[in-house]
């Protein structure tokens, strides 16, 4: 626990860097969401709010330009981001199915992208310009060529293996 | 530029017209357009106000300047083919409830659909229905009935400095929103309801209470009791064909009675009272030698900006409550006072037993009726005004309804009845009579003017006034004016609109802008340009409608509020003393308090592991931000790590604590410190701690 006490307060600092770096210019409003979501791998909303106030610039400004990006996220992604490119080519060659599959062995229902123990968010992206190698998977930074349903199956399971038996120690 | 521009054949001289639109507009041509509003930055968005330039290229009027020997056509087949897609394509997402929407008769995308000749939507609708925004008291939004022309957007941000709600996501997602997909209700948002006014289509409306005021009426246990505030008299017979800025006084006083208001009261009435007070508090404030400028406090908008913004300013803030509220103040004190003396009584004998008959004990008593205030304001705001718990006694409100100008003019058509042909009536005394400074309040400028006129300025029998404004802003945005009293001068500001209103506070704040009184509007052109006047096509209403109430005031034998007998006669009989006195604070005054933007955020910071934990909260919001919080929270936490507490306390950087004139603010435990700095946190936070390990080192850390 004591380890990780100090975890909330270094990223506001960090946040609070982020606004002093950019000379709390609105007109940097973006590379300043992105250093923040690089913090906290999204845009909590109350983070928004104080960049609101350091800016002057409103909330519903900042909430406006953080639901624009796609790269913004206003949601905690899971700690492995599995990106289906949906491109043309991935398309053509069946990402459709790897999302479904995907899906159901992630168990995500509706809308949602993120597994509720914020281990997996599951998302689609545009051509990643690997058309090549399509359907593409990208794990973190892992890019998978000529998926199956069956391997993308796998590395998921593989990591839920893996995260189970740390969570044994 | 000068020059002519061809318009249709007809030549038309440039006049210093910013873009074609203009020009077309000076032509008499209606050119059709949804986000084009000349007060505003122009967006170019809705692609209605096409036209054909020069035979080839078809541009947005609204955005290219004219030219000289530019030769334009407004309405080709193909102009015409292209706005109608454009129609067919907006009407197509719309949610189209026509019958039952509020807009429907002041629609400009139906009055535009009709006008193009639209008679079939050939497209489906693709945006998923989007749940009603019914979180704010004043306000109702529905995004399935908007087009996204974002005019509420800009005014928002543009005239009132605000910024509430904005465009959020994108491509066919894209939803004018206030941050975060909050209500209305729980944002920064003041209630102008200016929104509501630009919005083209019923997207964003104000939130009527006539359904409450019809019952009202028809409850024979109830008296319900009408006041009127000066600019709606100037405007409510626009919805019945008769001019922008005709006084309409007479016939709304009898469509009142006919509807069932047992008594008709002048709010002006209550604006002569304020006017007493305000001049009161003004020279109590030159004698006691504290700070101005005073800031008026009748427009509700304002005063939740000030709250929202500019809690510093609050103390300067004029304590008295808005002429609105003070009416039902008053009427509610006179109510209970009839109903407890017996009706052979005249009403002066009765005010020593103020007090004596509160409504809830007459409601128990069984005899007299239920008191029901209901005022018709030209004014959105004004609706949040009588939900403000500072504005409530014995727990119900001053003022129970705010209907606005519309939302009469509505109920007064639905009775059937034909309010052009009404003959006039009269209002009740004694608080129906008002002199012409309180019916002037309701232009910007008016209250300021009013003053002047009660502490003894002459009125200029050329101009009818007592202050002569210079502008220092673009259309009369900011004007100054001086005048003598009391062997002073004192410098007099009006303001219209809260972005204008943001740059006066600030030159206050760091000392650049000198002012005695400051009135502020939140409403281009005053209350008659409120958000709850008549919404019509045609342009120059709130011009005649200034007019129109400048005359009302001209023609009155008694322009100065101190002239007004029944005032006299109230102070004498119901106060008991002048303005200022102990019963007007009772009666008359209200406080203010700062207040959040954003309700509900915290950001967790430090969240301790043991089991006995102090709480430490510091607010970063605006106020305390700029007061250094965000050292006082980097020290805290420092020290918090130094010493080793982290197990034992919960820190959490918060959003206004409230108390913004005496930040930064930090919450520790139960206590609150002010002017804070990090030794101050760790010494409240020291004695708080139980756990024996802590005290020990908390003991070694303040021996040294």
């Known amino acids: 626990m004591t380890l990780n006490a100090f975890a909330e307060a270094r990223r506001f600092e960090a946040v609070v860097a982020v606004l002093d770096r950019h000379g709390r210019d609105p007109s940097k409003l973006i590379p300043i969401l992105q250093a923040v979501q690089d913090e906290y791998r999204y845009l909590p909303e109350e983070i928004m709010t104080y960049v609101a106030t350091a800016l002057d610039v409103s909330p519903a400004k900042v909430y406006g330009v953080a639901t624009f990006y796609g790269h913004f996220s206003l949601e905690p992604k899971g700690k492995h981001v599995l990106k289906i490119c949906d491109g043309t080519a991935c398309h053509v060659k069946g990402s459709g199915a790897l999302v479904d599959a995907l899906r159901s062995e992630l168990r995500l229902e509706g809308k949602a992208k993120t597994t509720p123990d914020l281990l997996f968010t599951l998302e689609t992206v545009s051509c990643l310009g690997a058309c090549g190698l399509a359907p593409v998977l990208v794990v973190g930074d892992d890019v998978h060529g000529l998926v199956t349903k069956d391997e993308a199956l796998r590395i998921v399971r593989d990591i839920k293996r893996a995260e189970a038996s740390d969570g044994g120690n | ?704």
């Not at chain 2, 000076?26 to 084009?36: G, L, Q, R, S, V």
């Open chain 2, 1 to 704: 530029m000068s020059g002519f521009v061809t318009i249709d054949g007809i030549k038309v001289p440039i006049e210093g017209e910013p873009n074609l639109l203009a020009l077309c507009r000076k032509a008499n041509i209606d050119i059709p357009t949804f986000c084009y509003h000349s007060e505003l930055s122009t967006y170019g968005a809705c692609r209605l106000c096409l036209v054909e330039i020069n035979g080839k290229d078809i541009d947005a009027s609204c955005v290219v300047p004219p030219k000289d020997g530019m030769s334009i056509r407004t309405s080709t087949a193909r102009i015409r083919s292209i706005r109608r897609m454009n129609l067919e394509l907006l009407l197509a997402n719309h949610k189209q409830d026509c019958p039952t929407c509020e807009r429907s008769a002041s629609c400009k995308l139906r009055d535009l659909s009709a006008k193009m000749g639209i008679r079939d939507v050939r497209f489906k609708r693709l945006r998923d229905e989007r749940p009603k925004d019914e979180g704010s008291v004043a306000l109702v939004r529905d995004p399935n009935k908007c087009i996204l022309c974002g005019d509420c957007v800009r005014y928002c941000s543009e005239i009132q400095g605000v910024g509430a709600i904005d465009f959020a996501f994108r491509g066919s997602d894209v939803v004018v929103s206030p941050a975060f997909g909050k209500s209305l209700g729980s944002v920064d948002c003041v209630n102008c309801g200016q929104c509501a006014a630009v919005c083209p289509t019923g997207a964003i409306v104000p939130r009527s209470p006539a359904e409450a005021v019809w019952q009202a009426l028809d409850d024979p246990d109830a008296v319900v009791v009408a006041q009127v505030a000066p600019a709606v008299r100037v405007a409510i017979g626009e919805r019945f064909g008769l001019a922008a800025g005709a006084d309409a006084t007479g016939k709304l006083v009898t469509a009142l009675r006919m509807l069932g208001f047992g008594r008709v009261y002048d709010t002006a009435f209550g604006a002569d009272l304020t006017v007493a007070e305000e001049a009161g508090e003004l020279f109590g404030r030159l004698e006691r030698g504290e700070k101005l400028p005073l800031f008026t406090s009748c427009c509700p908008a304002w005063v939740k900006y000030a709250e929202q913004f500019f809690p510093e300013l609050l103390p300067s803030l004029s304590s008295c409550m808005s002429p609105q509220s003070m009416m039902g103040s008053i009427i509610r004190d006179d109510e209970a006072r009839r109903a407890s003396s017996s009706a052979a009584l005249p009403s002066s004998a009765a005010a020593g037993a103020l007090g004596a008959g509160t409504e809830a004990e007459r409601v128990k008593g069984g005899v007299a009726k239920r008191i029901v205030v209901v005022s018709i304001m030209p004014c959105v705001a004004k609706k949040y005004e009588v939900s403000r718990p500072e504005l409530a006694r014995d727990g119900s409100p001053l003022v129970d309804h705010a209907l606005t100008t519309e939302e009469l003019a509505s109920m007064v058509e639905e009775a059937g009845i034909r309010f052009a042909d009404l003959r006039p009536g009269a209002m009740d005394l004694p608080f129906g009579f008002a002199t012409g400074a309180g019916v002037a309040f309701g232009n910007a400028g008016g209250v300021a003017e009013a003053v002047a006129r009660y502490v003894g300025s002459p009125v200029s029998p050329l101009t009818g006034a007592a202050l002569e404004f210079k502008d220092e802003a673009p259309g009369g945005g900011i004007r100054a004016a001086t005048i003598i009293a009391g062997g002073r001068e004192l410098t007099i500001v009006s303001v219209q609109g809260l972005a204008n209103a943001k740059t006066v506070a600030r030159g206050v704040l760091d000392g650049t802008r000198k002012a005695d009184i400051i009135e502020v509007m939140a409403c281009p052109g005053g209350c008659v340009g409120g958000a709850g006047q008549p919404i019509g096509f045609k342009l120059g209403a709130v011009a005649e409608r200034r007019l129109g109430l400048a005359d009302a005031d001209g023609g009155r034998e008694l322009r100065a509020s101190g002239s007004n007998p029944f005032l006299s006669r109230f102070y004498a009989d119901v106060i008991g003393g002048a303005p200022g006195s102990q019963r007007s604070h009772e009666l008359l005054h209200t406080r203010y308090s700062s207040k959040k933007r954003i309700q509900d955020t915290s950001i967790p910071l430090i969240r301790g592991g043991g089991a006995e934990k102090v709480t430490v909260k510091v607010c970063v919001g605006t106020s305390c931000f700029l007061r250094g919080s965000q050292a006082v929270l980097r020290d805290v936490l420092a020290e918090v790590e130094r010493t080793g507490l982290q197990d034992f306390v919960d820190v959490s950087a918060t959003f206004c604590s409230e108390r913004c004139d005496k930040g930064p603010t930090v919450h520790v435990g139960g206590k609150t410190i002010h002017k804070a700095d990090a030794e101050a946190v760790m010494a409240a936070i020291r004695p708080l701690l139980a756990h024996p390990a802590v005290a020990a080192e908390a003991a070694a850390v303040s021996s040294r």
